[in-house]
């Protein structure tokens, strides 16, 4: 089935313990994306990968670092987490990332920062 | 800045009754897209609209773009309690770029009451 998988599904941690939120896509898609879902404000993008070794900014890519080492996996990393990353996040992937395609989401990670 | 904004926020119907949901962007866009997030999932790809396109259908949807007035409506006929969930419409940046990130807006709840 295809697929986007996201772990951990729900977390809660503390100020400055990092931690990883892993992404894998078995569509052999390019594209993949993280977004931040909060109350208000909709999906914004965090950063976005056109294909492996190629990561950029997208709309609040503040307190976040992704890589994109293989072209499965996109995990989004929290180096020093603060409260005000508590969010909805998930991940997505299309096939080259262009806008006339789909994009398919994972169920998302819903982080909790106290 | 949001580019795609949804009206109304939140629309409440009876079962059988048709669901119209409207969408209005800033600039240009080569695509518009329409997506469906039910109470804890991720966001799950409807319909895409080209920006030549006037009208397209796809089952119980009919999906509308004016161009001139830089909006979009999203149309669910004999809505069922099943259609209950959040929808959005993303556009891109336009102007000939059709590649990277597309911009989501902040949604329509839909309630369809049995």
């Known amino acids: 089935e295809a697929q986007v998988t996201q772990n951990p599904r729900y977390l809660i941690t503390v100020t400055g313990k990092k931690l990883t939120v892993t992404c894998s896509q078995n569509?052999?898609?390019?594209?993949m994306s993280w977004y931040r879902q909060d109350p208000g404000l909709g999906l914004r993008q965090i950063y976005y990968?056109?294909?492996?070794?190629?990561?950029d900014k997208g709309d609040v890519p503040e307190g976040y670092k992704v890589s994109r080492k293989e072209k499965r996996n996109f995990p989004l990393i929290l180096e020093s987490p603060s409260p005000n990353q508590t969010s909805l996040y998930f991940c997505?992937?299309?096939?080259?990332?262009?806008?006339?395609?789909?994009?398919?989401f994972g169920d998302g990670t819903r982080l909790s920062i106290l | 800045s949001q580019q795609g904004e949804e009206d109304p926020q939140a629309l409440s119907i009876q079962e059988g009754e048709n669901a119209t949901m409207n969408c209005s962007y800033k600039?240009?866009?080569?695509?518009l897209q329409w997506y469906r997030q039910n109470s804890g999932r991720g966001l799950v790809h409807l319909i895409l609209?080209?920006?030549?396109?006037r009208e397209k259908h796809s089952g119980r949807l009919r999906v509308t773009l004016d161009t001139s007035k830089k909006s979009s409506s999203l149309l669910i006929t004999a809505s069922r309690a099943a259609d209950t969930a959040s929808y959005f419409c993303?556009?891109?940046?336009?102007?000939?770029?059709?590649?990277?990130?597309?911009?989501f807006g902040q949604g329509t709840i839909l309630t369809v009451h049995p």
């Open positions: 600039t240009s866009i080569n695509n």
């Open positions: 609209i080209r920006s030549n396109e």
């Open positions: 569509m052999n898609h390019e594209y």
């Open positions: 993303a556009t891109d940046a336009g102007g000939g770029t059709s590649y990277g990130k597309l911009t």
């Open positions: 997505a992937s299309s096939f080259q990332g262009r806008s006339n395609q789909p994009q398919h």
């Open positions: 990968s056109m294909n492996v070794e190629v990561t």
